[in-house]
């Protein structure tokens, strides 16, 4: 099994910053991508940001320039520094990795248990 822990939310003014943290553990032979996504009350998941495996990242068009995702692979760890906060940016984040648990080649997605943003104004 492979768990996924969440850190750093909290509560921000506008125009603060939060870094999050998220901690793959288990029975990990290798993490693919891995990625943020946030969910606000009513509406949809979305993605924030994603990273692969050798660095490559992409964003939302609604965070790029505020938002850089980062992972260290040593130790199974994805991060997102999230800077100039807005209130529509407050949201449960999720991170999620892809993960081969053995020599085979199968990938299987984890979610972790999400980390509560909220942005004030």
């Known amino acids: 099994q492979v768990q996924l822990v969440e850190s750093g939310g909290g509560l921000v003014q506008a125009g603060g910053s939060l870094r999050l943290s998220c901690a793959a553990s288990g029975t990990i032979f290798s993490i693919n991508a891995m990625g943020w996504y946030r969910q606000a009350p009513g509406k949809q998941r979305e993605l924030v940001a994603g990273?692969?495996?050798?660095?490559?990242?992409n964003y939302a068009d609604s965070v790029k320039g505020r938002f850089t995702i980062a992972r260290d692979n040593a130790k199974n760890t994805v991060y997102l520094q999230m800077n100039s906060l807005k209130p529509e940016d407050t949201a449960v984040y999720y991170c999620?990795?892809?993960?081969?648990?053995?020599?085979?080649?199968?990938?299987?997605?984890?979610w972790g248990q999400g980390t509560q943003v909220t942005v004030s104004s």
């Open positions: 990273i692969t495996s050798v660095g490559s990242t």
């Open positions: 999620n990795a892809d993960v081969r648990t053995g020599w085979r080649p199968q990938e299987y997605k984890y």
